[in-house]
């Protein structure tokens, strides 16, 4: 593992994410110009991640909570294996840091 990624060096994810620097315990990703009206289904991950918006809104609904509207500047947290979905509201960017086991599998 590199402790060092510049932003020209990151690989792209199999979903469009790019991977930036990991450590044992951690991954950094972003998401990079979320269109508008994009929408991820309700879904469950193995793994811990939490998210700050840097640009744009989501609605994210996270497990039975109501859906709530997220602007840049907000964060959010989605437990393991907890469901949950988002709608891009406006164009978004968002990093988040993976947690966990999953992150070196």
């Known amino acids: 593992m590199s402790l060092v990624v510049r ?3 990151a690989q792209t994810g199999q979903r469009g994410e790019k991977l930036l ?3 044992d315990a ?3 990703r972003v998401w990079e110009g979320e ?3 994009e929408v991820a289904p309700e879904h469950a991950n193995a ?6 918006i840097t640009a744009g809104a989501l609605r ?3 497990g039975d909570e109501e859906p709530v509207d ?3 500047g907000d964060s959010y947290r989605v437990p ?3 469901p949950y979905a988002f709608e891009v509201l406006e164009r978004a960017t968002v990093v988040e840091v993976v947690v966990g086991d999953a992150v070196n599998r």
Request: aromatic content about 12%; charged content about 20%.
């Open 7 to 9: 932003g020209a060096d």
């Open 35 to 37: 269109s508008a009206g």
């Open 70 to 72: 997220l602007r840049a």
């Open 47 to 52: 793994y811990e991640y939490l998210a700050y």
């Open 60 to 62: 994210v609904r996270l």
């Open 26 to 28: 951690a991954r950094l």
């Open 21 to 23: 620097v990991q450590g």
């Open 80 to 82: 393991a294996n907890v």
